[in-house]
């Protein structure tokens, strides 16, 4: 086919493969974030004072009052299911016999989207309080996945 015998609406593509190497950086909020879970076992998020609200993920600026927050806080490593879903395939695409809980779980003004485990689809309530499981220390690399998942507060 030829330029001028394709229909010049219709969605063009080509396959092909690109060489991209990426690096993602945290910033200067996320790197304190993920740097206390790894060493320290702790979650931590922003206050600002103006607004009184307490972001988590820290962040270094208020998106209210776009001030700098420097006031660094634990916020605890629990928190309450906001809502959730229930995932039936895999990443590839593949099916699953027993779905994956991904829960956001509200923690200060902000949340974490992540796993929830030792619990079944059916016990998932909106509100259910939660706790942090933690990879062990010595496996913690600096990634939100030094979180094995959140689960129900026995
Ligand atoms: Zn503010």
Redesign the pocket.
Same mark, same amino acid.
């Given at each position: 086919m030829t330029l001028l015998k394709r229909d010049p609406k219709a969605p063009q593509a080509w396959l092909g493969n690109l060489p991209v190497t990426s690096r993602y950086t945290f910033g200067l909020g996320g790197e304190r974030f993920f740097r206390s879970i790894k060493d320290e076992g702790e979650i931590l998020g922003t206050h600002?004072p103006? !607004?009184d &609200?307490t972001y988590v993920p820290s962040t270094i600026f !208020?998106e &209210?009052?776009?001030?700098k927050l420097e006031e660094w806080v634990d916020v605890g490593t629990t928190g309450n299911v906001h809502t959730f879903t229930l995932l039936y395939e895999n990443y590839d695409g593949s099916h699953r016999e027993e779905p994956e809980i991904i829960a956001f779980v509200s923690i200060g003004d902000g949340g974490l989207v992540h796993r929830l485990g030792d619990v079944e689809p059916e016990e998932v309530e909106i509100g259910m309080e939660v706790e942090v499981v933690f990879k062990p220390k010595a496996e913690r690399e600096g990634s939100i996945l030094d979180i094995v998942h959140f689960r129900p507060i026995a």
């Open positions: 600002c103006k !607004c &609200r !208020c &209210r009052c776009l001030g």
